[in-house]
């Protein structure tokens, strides 16, 4: 079991920055991925920013050149760095933690953990 805390989401202005991060606790060693999603208000949750431990950290489009996720490993938290934010950035965002693993007929399978979620307002 694997508990997730999301915390740093707040109210800032279009332009400006806000720092995310996620504490986990519990154990970790069989997590292989990690991310953050968002959800904005009727709109389904959506990818932010992805790390497959040992591969590539892949984002959104919208991502691109303005978040960074980082952290994560050893222990520490994982981060989401946002900058440069505009009023369509607004909505929960949501720590992901996932365990995976292979069956024995070699079927990929994968269990995420969730945080609670930050509330993120980026006002005009």
């Known amino acids: 079991q694997v508990q997730l805390v999301e915390s740093g989401g707040g109210l800032v202005q279009a332009g400006g920055s806000l720092n995310l991060s996620c504490v986990a606790s519990?154990?970790?060693?069989?997590?292989?991925?990690m991310g953050w999603y968002r959800q904005a208000p009727d709109k389904e949750r959506e990818l932010v920013a992805s790390?497959?431990?040992?591969?590539?950290?892949t984002y959104a489009d919208f991502a691109k050149g303005r978040f960074v996720l980082s952290g994560g490993i050893f222990g520490e938290p994982l981060y989401l760095q946002m900058t440069r934010l505009t009023p369509d950035d607004s909505g929960v965002y949501y720590c992901?933690?996932?365990?995976?693993?292979?069956?024995?007929?070699?079927?990929?399978?994968?269990?995420?953990?969730w945080g609670q979620g930050a509330q993120v307002t980026v006002s005009p």
């Open positions: 519990g154990a970790r060693d069989n997590i292989r991925i």
């Open positions: 790390w497959p431990i040992g591969d590539m950290i």
């Open positions: 992901q933690m996932g365990e995976i693993w292979h069956t024995a007929d070699n079927q990929k399978k994968q269990f995420d953990y």
